[in-house]
């Protein structure tokens, strides 16, 4: 998922919901600055132990502060905050320069359908329940949002 995201050294990415790091990991061999928002503090604590050179913010994703400079998202954020994520991510402000998110499928086909005038939005890698442990009760896909020119 981090090498389809195209992810550069330097670049600087959000992974939301990062649990223990199983994104994380990847994204920090690619290079990227990383700043990992995750709820559960035992789970933050992980984090820091885990990956020392990234930054690790203990908050909840919908209302953790944005960037104000140009950044990618790469996550498997909560399927709850979903929409609200969005939402947050797509609005006029926002410096949001390209995401690939992990959400269900029934909600990638719906924002991947949607019109956008600054962002195109497009279905990208389905996942197989057996991807997550645990597993959820839904399918999952890739959303695969761009900034345009």
Same mark, same amino acid.
């Given at each position: ?10 670049? &600087?990415?959000?992974? !939301? ?5 199983? &994104?994380?990991?990847?994204? @920090? +061999?690619?290079?990227?600055? @990383? ?15 885990? =990956?020392?050179?990234?930054? @690790? ?7 953790? %502060? &944005?960037?104000?400079?140009? =950044? +990618? ?7 709850? !905050?979903?929409?609200?994520?969005? +939402? ?8 949001? $320069?390209?995401?690939? &998110? $992990?959400?269900?499928?029934?909600? $990638? ?8 005038? +600054? =962002? ?9 329940? %057996?991807? =997550?442990?645990?597993?959820? %009760? $839904?399918?999952?896909? @890739? ?7």
């Amino acid at each position: 998922m981090v090498a389809a995201a195209g992810v550069r050294p330097g670049e &600087l990415v959000l992974d !939301i919901g990062a649990g223990e790091g199983a &994104l994380t990991a990847h994204l @920090v +061999r690619a290079g990227a600055r @990383v700043v990992a928002v995750e709820l559960d503090p035992r789970r933050a604590g992980v984090l820091r132990e885990r =990956f020392p050179g990234i930054t @690790v913010v203990h908050a909840d994703a919908t209302s953790v %502060r &944005l960037p104000g400079r140009p =950044f +990618r998202v790469v996550a498997s954020p909560p399927y709850g !905050i979903s929409s609200s994520l969005l +939402r947050r991510l797509l609005a006029p402000g926002s410096r949001l $320069v390209a995401a690939d &998110l $992990v959400l269900q499928r029934a909600v $990638v086909r719906k924002y991947a359908s949607d019109a956008a005038r +600054r =962002f195109t939005l497009t279905a990208g890698l389905t996942l197989p329940r %057996r991807a =997550f442990l645990p597993p959820p %009760r $839904v399918d999952s896909a @890739v959303l695969v949002i761009r900034r345009r020119n």
